[in-house]
């Protein structure tokens, strides 16, 4: 593992799109990204988030094998320009153990 998080580079492995957890979703990303995609809020929210356990908000839906329901089969992110806050701070200010471990740019072959 890299020991500085600057050094990070994303080798687009799409790694960290498919470990299972959650990828929480903030009040205005979830008008954001519902406009990037050309849907009302309650379209989007029907069609690609679920409701946190306890109501405590709602998380990008995953598919059957649990990748994010975002991540191409090309390892890009459908909603790139609009992602969640999570995505686009992991690794320096969000992370996971989980994440870390599976991470090609922090685990960059010998
Ligand atoms: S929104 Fe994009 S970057 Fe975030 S987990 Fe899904 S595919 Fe990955």
């Given at each position: 593992m890299i020991e500085k998080p600057h050094d990070f580079q994303c080798r687009r492995c799409g790694a960290c799109c498919r470990v299972p957890g959650y990828v929480e979703l903030l009040p205005d990303e979830v008008e954001r990204i519902a406009n990037f995609l050309g849907l009302d809020i309650y379209e989007f929210t029907s069609k690609y988030a679920i409701l946190l356990s306890g109501r405590r908000g709602l998380s990008l839906a995953s598919r059957s094998d649990d990748r994010?329901?975002?991540?191409?089969d090309d390892n890009t992110c459908e909603i790139n320009p609009v992602k969640p806050r999570q995505c686009r701070e992991f690794p320096s200010q969000w992370t996971e153990p989980e994440l870390l471990k599976v991470c090609a740019g922090l685990n960059p072959s010998p």
């Open positions: 994010c329901i975002f991540l191409r």
